[in-house]
């Protein structure tokens, strides 16, 4: 995570990583999720989610401790984090917004963003892989920039009209792209209005020590995970945690 990447993760709360999958990756997920033969999406956000994906095949627990991430949730959220949580978005033309939710004030524990001693500290953060292109043009993930420092809470004239506010941005991400952000953002998802489904996959990641969710998901059922891969499905402690990372990285 270089100084550029620091600088704009702690001025917007949020990153995207282009090309993080090239187009047979891409290509190989979105069969696999083709051969569920998943229902219909509705057109409320409450039905446009799928979980369980992890035992759908090798190349969705790939995505897990890919490579390209690492880096960046080693600066985030400090060695030895966990996956707390994670699900599907599929999303076709006509499905509504989910509101603006999460920001710096009012305070939510679990979700949080600090600097101290020149580090940042990050509670729940996301790493969401695109599967199809998403964007101003298409609708998907929206949200203010720097609103996980925010010191006021978001005004509900923006939360309820936000895809009009000139303060949300959604930003472009292609397939194959990545977009991280922490939970402490103000963030939501703009109306779906393109052709194609928007599909993104969710990994909802927690500091060592700590958990979002009530309950600890655990490793999927016939497929093999890499010694990291099943260090991410540690329940939450801290006091002696085993490293996600060799000496090299």
Not at 64 to 92: Q, T
Not at 100 to 129: A, I, K, Q
Not at 131 to 149: A, R, V, Y
Not at 214 to 233: E, M, N, W, Y
């Amino acid at each position: 995570m270089n100084e550029v990447a620091h600088y704009k993760f702690d001025v917007q709360g949020y990153l995207i990583l282009p090309d993080v999958l090239n187009q047979d990756e891409v290509a190989e997920l979105n069969r696999l999720v083709n051969a569920q033969n998943l229902p219909e999406p509705g057109l409320e956000t409450n039905d446009a989610r799928f979980g369980g994906y992890l035992s759908w095949g090798q190349p969705f627990c790939d995505l897990l401790d890919h490579a390209a991430i690492m880096p960046y949730l080693k600066v985030i959220l400090g060695d030895g984090f966990r996956l707390d949580h994670y699900y599907g978005i599929y999303m076709r033309a006509g499905t509504e917004r989910l509101n603006l939710h999460g920001g710096n004030t009012p305070y939510d524990p679990p979700e949080y963003y600090h600097f101290r001693n020149g580090h940042m500290y990050n509670g729940l953060t996301v790493v969401s892989w695109n599967l199809t292109d998403s964007g101003p043009e298409h609708g998907g993930f929206c949200c203010i920039p720097g609103s996980h420092k925010a010191n006021y809470p978001c005004p509900q004239e923006i939360k309820e009209n936000h895809v009009d506010s000139d303060m949300v941005v959604i930003p472009e991400a292609k397939a194959g792209s990545v977009v991280i952000f922490t939970e402490a953002l103000t963030h939501g998802t703009a109306p779906w209005t393109a052709r194609h489904q928007r599909r993104s996959l969710l990994h909802k990641y927690s500091p060592a020590q700590q958990s979002w969710s009530k309950t600890h998901i655990q490793p999927p059922a016939g497929v093999s995970l890499t010694p990291r891969q099943q260090l991410l499905f540690e329940p939450p402690y801290f006091h002696q945690r085993q490293s996600l990372f060799d000496e090299s990285e």
